[in-house]
């Protein structure tokens, strides 16, 4: 999620950033960030940070659309957190639109692959915000 002028920001001053969850056939669709970006090689959900007067459900689709080529519906919000950072965040569950054919922007993802839930909670390389909320996950605190 890297800073953009017209990042939103929540009522204490923390930027905001929407995250999509897109499962499939049991497996949910993560990337490896970009050698470059802030927290490079990481593994984690698609998302960024919500603009100015966006709304969440808007947010996460355009992010979706810049990242990873792809259109996504969001379902509903499955909670708020916040990252160790500061980041308030918030996880949509999103269906792909259609066949999705990605096309990954290089300067922000440098992989998109598929897991299931208790290997990603135990993957080497995820980002360290991502954690509570697979733990959540695989604790069936929240169906997909």
């Given at each position: 999620?890297?800073?953009?002028p017209?990042?939103?920001?929540?009522?204490?001053g923390?930027?905001?950033?929407?995250?999509?969850?897109?499962?499939?056939?049991?497996?949910?669709?993560?990337?490896?960030?970009?050698?470059?970006?802030?927290?490079?090689?990481?593994?984690?959900?698609?998302?960024?940070?919500?603009?100015?007067?966006?709304?969440?459900?808007?947010?996460?689709?355009?992010?979706?659309?810049?990242?990873?080529?792809?259109?996504?519906?969001?379902?509903r919000?499955?909670?708020?957190?916040?990252?160790?950072?500061?980041?308030?965040?918030?996880?949509?569950?999103?269906?792909?639109?259609?066949?999705?054919?990605?096309?990954?922007?290089?300067?922000?993802?440098?992989?998109?692959?598929?897991?299931?839930a208790?290997?990603?909670?135990?993957?080497?390389?995820?980002?360290?915000?991502?954690?509570?909320?697979?733990?959540?996950?695989?604790?069936?605190?929240?169906?997909?």
């Open positions: 999620m890297s800073p953009h017209q990042d939103a920001v929540d009522a204490s923390r930027r905001i950033g929407v995250i999509a969850v897109i499962e499939r056939h049991g497996r949910l669709l993560v990337i490896r960030r970009a050698a470059g970006v802030r927290k490079e090689g990481k593994v984690c959900f698609p998302g960024g940070g919500l603009r100015i007067g966006e709304r969440e459900s808007d947010g996460v689709v355009r992010e979706v659309a810049e990242e990873l080529g792809a259109s996504v519906a969001p379902l919000r499955l909670e708020r957190s916040r990252s160790p950072w500061g980041t308030s965040l918030s996880w949509w569950h999103c269906r792909l639109v259609g066949s999705p054919c990605f096309r990954l922007d290089p300067r922000e993802i440098g992989e998109l692959f598929w897991e299931t208790d290997r990603l909670a135990e993957h080497p390389d995820l980002l360290e915000s991502n954690h509570e909320f697979l733990a959540r996950l695989v604790r069936g605190v929240h169906s997909l």
